[in-house]
């Protein structure tokens, strides 16, 4: 990442579109697990990259709950990747 930074990178766009692993594996044929996800989230958010976004499909005719298209923000033990940088508040 830091090449990109260098080069002038200061926007990530993540296509996550759903937060349900078996929805992304079976329907969006996306192979990612939640960790990857996270692992990711977290390599943008400390590289220092200046603004994230995240991609997320809701309300899609898969779904069959709004429980069910986020479970990565309801996992309680993984610190959220999605926040601002520390040197930028």
Do not use: C
């Amino acid at each position: 990442m830091a090449k990109y930074l260098f080069a002038g990178l200061v926007e990530v766009i993540m296509g996550i579109q759903s937060g349900s692993e078996s929805l992304r594996r079976n329907v969006f044929h996306r192979y990612e697990t939640q960790e990857d996800i996270l692992n990711a989230a977290r390599t943008i958010r400390d590289s220092g990259v200046y603004w994230a976004t995240y991609d997320f499909m809701l309300q899609h005719p898969f779904e069959s709950s709004h429980r069910e298209a986020m479970p990565l923000a309801r996992d309680p033990l993984s610190p959220p990747p999605m926040l601002p940088h520390p040197a930028r508040g």
